[in-house]
């Protein structure tokens, strides 16, 4: 990266603290106040800063709008597919991904088990919303009040006798899903089929998506299920860094 781009670039996260003045700027990057003006000038046309009456400079609006567009038009399925498959190689069984959309928890992208038994799941299906290790975490992510309004205008369908049974059983699990950052369903929704899962998240930390691994006990059992539960959610880790755009941290 050329010296000028980098030294550019360097304002920006020294902008997102609060303004700054042309001083400051300079101060940080290393420059006279001629080179940081330069700069700041050229950021300013693209409107990607802004000087304030104050002579300070602070982050413009331009660079929210490319942000909030650059969001807007992520597709969380076709950043994580690949994802998903090597996960499936790695293990052989069924991998789904969800979201939340309009009250529902909709699977958008599934890749078959291997083994015999499959399951009947389908892209653009709703999940069982009360049982689903999917639907636990993107609900587990809303604040409190959205949880509390949403499990009270629920249905509690008995499934099988491990299923959730009423609202105050589903915050409650709801709350320990938030606090370990996965979730399972065993038995829940199947008597046969078990389900772990782990949250896919934005820049801004908030659950835009699960995914999770899915097997009848004929094929393993739960407990065996479980095991892989670090596998998925490093699967889910490195579909979160590349879906928001942020690294690995570097080890100290």
Not at 67 to 88: F, G, K, T, W
Not at 134 to 152: G, H, N, Q, S, Y
Not at 207 to 223: D, G, H, I, L, R
Request: glycine residues 6%; charged residues 25%; contains cysteine.
């Amino acid at each position: 990266m050329s010296q000028t781009v980098d030294r550019a670039l360097s304002i920006l996260p020294l902008l997102a603290q609060g303004p700054a003045d042309l001083g400051q700027v300079a101060e940080r990057l290393g420059v006279h106040k001629s080179t940081a003006l330069r700069l700041l000038r050229t950021l300013h046309e693209h409107g990607l800063v802004y000087r304030q009456e104050d002579q300070r400079y602070r982050l413009g609006a331009r660079l929210f709008a490319l942000a909030q567009e650059a969001v807007e038009n992520l597709d969380v399925r076709e950043i994580a597919h690949s994802h998903l498959i090597a996960l499936n190689d790695r293990c052989g069984h069924t991998v789904h991904l969800a979201v939340y959309e309009e009250q529902e928890v909709l699977y958008i992208d599934k890749v078959e088990s291997r083994y015999p038994v499959r399951m009947y799941s389908r892209i653009g299906k709703p999940v069982a919303i009360t049982v689903a290790a999917v639907a636990k975490l993107l609900l587990a992510d809303l604040t409190e009040p959205e949880r509390r309004v949403i499990a009270e205008k629920l249905d509690y369908p008995m499934y099988t006798s491990r299923s959730t049974p009423n609202a105050v059983a589903f915050l409650k699990e709801l709350a320990v899903v938030r606090e370990q950052g996965w979730a399972t369903d065993l038995g829940g929704h199947e008597e046969s089929i078990n389900c772990i899962g782990a949250p896919i998240r934005g820049a801004d930390g908030r659950v835009v998506a699960a995914m999770s691994v899915s097997a009848p006990n004929v094929v393993v059992t739960a407990e065996e299920l479980l095991t892989l539960l670090p596998l998925v959610r490093r699967t889910a880790e490195t579909i979160s860094r590349e879906y928001s755009g942020t690294t690995r941290p570097k080890k100290a």
